[in-house]
C-alpha cells in the first residue's frame, strides 16, 4: 500500500500569494496566445501586399493558423492527462514563441503560412492548458474570480489586438506584430518555471497516446475548414473539388467518432457526452463561439468599411466592447466566487448576447456612434457573463482524471463553430454587399474620371479603400458595407437563442470547494482505503490477523498486520 507523498500535499496547499503569483504567468500565456491572432487582422492586407501574396495565400495565412490551433487543442487537452501539464505549459509556449519569431523574418507568402501552423499549434496549447492548470490549482468556488480574469484578457487581446496591430504597422511596420508578443512568452516561460507547480497524472499503467484518432481529427477537421472557408470562392459548391473535401471530411470525422469508442486513451472520450453538463456546454459554446469570433472579424470591418475609419480609429472605436467584456467577466466572476452561484447569471449573460447581436443586426453606416457603442457593450457584457463560466461549470461536474479532455473540448467546439460561422457569414457579407451595391448603382452615371475608376475597381471584387473613393461612390460603398454587416449578424440570433436553452436545462450543481489536485489525492486515499479494507476482508476468511508487535507461530494462507495507533496507550 502506498500513501499520498507530502510533495503532492504542499501541490494541493498553496498560500493565496503563491496562486496569484502562479496566476500571473498563466495569464501572461493566455494573453499571448489571444494576442497573436488579432493583433496582425489589421495589418494583414499590407503584410500580404508586401510579401507580394495572391488572395487565395491571404485566406492561407489565416486559415492555416486557425486549422492548427483548432486541431491541437484536444490533443492538447489529452495530453494533459496523461503527462506532466507543467513542461506541456511551457512546450506550448515555446513552439509559439519560435513560430513567432520565424513569422516576423518571413521573405514570402508561403514561409507565413508554414510559420502560422507553428503558432496555431503552440496556441492550441496555450488556450486549453491554461484552464486545465488553473482548475488544478483553484477550486471550483474560488475559481470564478481568477477565471474572470482570464476572460478579461481574453477579451483585451481580442478586442485590443486589432488597435495594438495598427499602432504598431503605422509606426514601427507590420513585422513588429509578430515581434510583441514575444517578451511576454519569454516572461511567462520564466514565471511559470519558478512559481508553477502542478500534480503530475496519477497512472497505474503505461501511457497510451491515440495517433490513429489524431491522424483522423487533424484531416477531418483540417478539411472540413477548407471546405467551408473556400467554398464558393476558390471553387463552386457542386464542383468534384468541393464533393471530394466534403465526403473526405465525413469519412475522416465519422472514422474518428468511431475509433474513439475503441481506443485506451481516447482524444475525445465519448463518455463525455453522457454527462448533460458537458453537452449542454459544448451546445452554449458553439453558439457563443460564433458571436465572439464574428465581433472580433466584423467590428473592424464595420469601422473602416461603413465609416470610413482608419485601422488605429477602429480599434479606439471598439472599446466601449472591451468595457463591457472585461468588466462582466471580471466583476461576475468575483459574485460567482463569493456566493456561489453560477446559473442567474449565465442565463442573464445569454439573453444580453441575443439582446446584442439582435441589435448589431440593425447597424447600418450612419448609426449614430453613442448607440453602437451601446450595442457592443451590451454584447460584450453578455459574453463576458458566459464564456469563461462554461468552462468553470464543466470542470465542476467532470472527474479529475477526464479535466484535460473535458475543458479542452469545450474550447475545441467553440473554436470550430466560430471559425465554421464567421466564415458563412463572410459569405453572407460578400453577397449582401453585391445586391446593395448593384440595386444603389442602378441608373448612376460617372461624370468624372475619378468615378470611372472608382467603378472599375469594384467591379474587380476587391475590397475598397473606402477613404479614395469619390463622395459620392462612397456614400454607395458605405451604405452597402454597414447593411450587409447587419445582415451577418443576423445568422448569430437564433445560435445566441440556442446558448440559452441549453444553459437553461444545465443542472445547477453547486461549485465545489476543492480543486483537482485536492481531489485526485482524496480519490487516490480513497483507493488505498478500499484495497486495505479487500486485504482485511480476505484475511479474515482465508487466514489469522496479526498484532504488529507480536509473534505467533500458527499457521495460515493468509494474514495482515493491524498497527496500532501509537497516539493510543497500551492497554486502552
Not at 498560500?15 to 494576442?35: H, N
Not at 492548458?129 to 475559481?143: C, N, W
Not at 472599446?319 to 459574485?335: D, E, K, R
Not at 454607395?476 to 445566441?496: K, N, Q, R, S, T
Request: charged share 10%; hydrophobic share 50%.
Amino acid at each position: 500500500m502506498t500513501t499520498p507523498s507530502s510533495s503532492s500535499v504542499s501541490e494541493a496547499t498553496r498560500s493565496p500569494r503563491e496562486v496569484f503569483t502562479a496566476i500571473s504567468g498563466l495569464v501572461v500565456g493566455m494573453f499571448v496566445a489571444v494576442l497573436s491572432g488579432t493583433v496582425v487582422s489589421t495589418s494583414m492586407p499590407v503584410i500580404i501586399a508586401d510579401l507580394g501574396g495572391t488572395q487565395s495565400q491571404y485566406t492561407w495565412v489565416i486559415t492555416a493558423s486557425l486549422l492548427a490551433t483548432a486541431v491541437s487543442t484536444p490533443i492538447w487537452g489529452k495530453l494533459a492527462d496523461l503527462v506532466d501539464r507543467k513542461i506541456l505549459v511551457q512546450l506550448s509556449l515555446i513552439i509559439f514563441t519560435v513560430g513567432t519569431v520565424i513569422a516576423g523574418f518571413s521573405t514570402d507568402t508561403n514561409m507565413l503560412i508554414a510559420v502560422r501552423v507553428v503558432q496555431g499549434i503552440g496556441v492550441g496549447g496555450l488556450m486549453s492548458l491554461v484552464m486545465i492548470a488553473v482548475a488544478l490549482i483553484i477550486s471550483p468556488r474560488e475559481r470564478g474570480k481568477y477565471m474572470g480574469v482570464v476572460g478579461g484578457i481574453m477579451a483585451l487581446g481580442t478586442i485590443g489586438g486589432p488597435l495594438l496591430g495598427g499602432l504598431l504597422t503605422d509606426v514601427w511596420g507590420w513585422r513588429s506584430n509578430f515581434f510583441v508578443g514575444v517578451p511576454f512568452a519569454i516572461l511567462a516561460i520564466v514565471l511559470l518555471q519558478f512559481t508553477l507547480h502542478l500534480p503530475k497524472p496519477q497512472r497505474d499503467t503505461k501511457v497510451s497516446i491515440d495517433y490513429f484518432g489524431i491522424v483522423l481529427l487533424a484531416v477531418g477537421v483540417s478539411t472540413l475548414l477548407i471546405w467551408v472557408s473556400m467554398g464558393g470562392s476558390q471553387f463552386d459548391w457542386d464542383s468534384s473539388t468541393s464533393i471530394m473535401l466534403a465526403v473526405t471530411a465525413g469519412v475522416a470525422i465519422a472514422g474518428f467518432i468511431t475509433v474513439e469508442f475503441f481506443v485506451k486513451e481516447p482524444i475525445v472520450p465519448m463518455s463525455l457526452f453522457r454527462n448533460r453538463t458537458f453537452t449542454l456546454s459544448v451546445i452554449a459554446s458553439i453558439a457563443i463561439g460564433v458571436s465572439m469570433f464574428a465581433t472580433s472579424v466584423f467590428l473592424a470591418q464595420y469601422f473602416q468599411l461603413a465609416r470610413g475609419a482608419t485601422p488605429t480609429e477602429s480599434g479606439l472605436m471598439t472599446i466601449p466592447m472591451i468595457i463591457g467584456q472585461m468588466g462582466a467577466s471580471i466583476i461576475i466572476g468575483q459574485l460567482v466566487s463569493r456566493f456561489g452561484k453560477w446559473k442567474g447569471w449565465m442565463l442573464t449573460g445569454a439573453a444580453l448576447t441575443t439582446i446584442g447581436v439582435s441589435l448589431m443586426s440593425t447597424l447600418r453606416y450612419d448609426t449614430p456612434f453613442p448607440l453602437v457603442a451601446v450595442y457592443m457593450f451590451v454584447l460584450g457584457a453578455g459574453l463576458g457573463m458566459v464564456m469563461q463560466n462554461l468552462t468553470l461549470i464543466v470542470q465542476n461536474d467532470t472527474p479529475p482524471r477526464q479535466l484535460g479532455a473535458a475543458s479542452s473540448n469545450v474550447n475545441f467546439f467553440r473554436t470550430i463553430a466560430g471559425t465554421i460561422g464567421v466564415t458563412v457569414m463572410g459569405a453572407m457579407l460578400s453577397t449582401s454587399v453585391a445586391t446593395y451595391m448593384t440595386d444603389a448603382l442602378k441608373g448612376f452615371t460617372p461624370t468624372t474620371q475619378d468615378e470611372v475608376d472608382a467603378l472599375q475597381h469594384l467591379a474587380s471584387g476587391d475590397v475598397p479603400k473606402v477613404t479614395q473613393l469619390p463622395d459620392t461612390i462612397r456614400a454607395i460603398v458605405e451604405g452597402a458595407y454597414g447593411h450587409g454587416i447587419a445582415d451577418a449578424f443576423i445568422i448569430a440570433i437564433p445560435l445566441a437563442v440556442i446558448s440559452i436553452i441549453a444553459i437553461a436545462f444545465i443542472r445547477n450543481k453547486p461549485l465545489s470547494t476543492k480543486n483537482a489536485a485536492e481531489q485526485l489525492r482524496e480519490q487516490a486515499e480513497e483507493s488505498v482505503i478500499e484495497v486495505a479494507e479487500a486485504e482485511v476482508g480476505a484475511s479474515l476468511a482465508t487466514g489469522s490477523i496479526r498484532i504488529a508487535g507480536t509473534e505467533s507461530t500458527t499457521p495460515s494462507t493468509g494474514s495482515v498486520t493491524v498497527l496500532e495507533r501509537e497516539d493510543r496507550e497500551p492497554g486502552r
